[in-house]
């Protein structure tokens, strides 16, 4: 059974970093590429970043691009999200999601896991 | 980016009814659309990918369609598990999402 299991989140100052991970099981991670989708309080849901499997290439929503970093660790079957310079806007859950290939572009999400919730206030 | 547009935001209708939901795309797609469906304080749920592939395990009463710019996702008969929120996702490109269609009790 595939699952993806977020943890990380809190309440954090602005300007202020978390980090997310998300631990996968159930499936060969390293031949799937895993992505980051978040949801604000009421809100829809925005795609803000992603890495390929095997190749690990990463790419990143205009919205976070130069703030947040995504990397992988095949070995722990584990993807994080670095977040820096988190400003108000950031309150969301976050979402790990998995892509049904190896590739993050061309791709929809067929698992999720449950959701980290971050919240930014001073 | 590409918008995604859904219409309607909400829609009331009751156990039974048949639903269709649409989602515009401001630039053409061809078939890299994907339909979730989500709950309150759940995860989503993939429902198609193509525009109108079921994935399995979805009931046969969701069906989809469209292509380009313009798609459909219809609920043939609304059951008491379909009430919920269902989004649109364009993922030709970087994925974008539409703004949801909550399908609620009339």
């Known amino acids: 059974e595939v699952q993806l299991l977020e943890s990380g989140g809190g309440l954090v100052q602005p300007g202020g970093s978390l980090r997310l991970s998300c631990a996968a099981s159930g499936f060969t991670f390293s031949n799937y590429a895993i992505n980051w989708v978040r949801q604000a309080p009421g809100k829809g849901l925005e795609w803000v970043s992603g890495i390929g499997g095997s190749s690990g290439s990463t790419f990143y929503a205009d919205s976070v691009k130069g703030r947040f970093t995504i990397s992988r660790d095949n070995s722990k079957n584990t993807v994080y999200l670095q977040i820096n310079s988190l400003r108000a806007e950031d309150t969301a859950v976050y979402y790990c999601a998995k892509a049904d290939a190896s590739y993050v572009l061309r791709n929809y999400f067929d698992y999720w896991g449950q959701g980290t919730l971050v919240t930014v206030s001073s | 980016d590409i918008q995604m547009t859904q219409s309607p935001s909400t829609l009331s209708a009751s156990v039974g009814d048949r639903v269709t939901i649409t989602c515009r795309a401001s630039q053409n797609v061809n078939t890299w659309l994907a339909w979730y469906q989500q709950k309150p304080g759940k995860a989503p749920k993939l429902l198609m990918s193509?525009?109108?592939s079921l994935e399995s395990g979805v009931p046969s009463r969701f069906s989809g369609g469209g292509s380009g710019t313009e798609f459909t996702l219809t609920i043939s008969s609304l059951q008491p598990d379909d009430f919920a929120t269902y989004y649109c996702?364009?993922?030709?490109?970087?994925?974008?999402f539409g703004q949801g269609t909550k399908v609620e009790i009339k």
């Open positions: 996702q364009q993922y030709i490109g970087f994925s974008t």
């Open positions: 193509q525009a109108s």
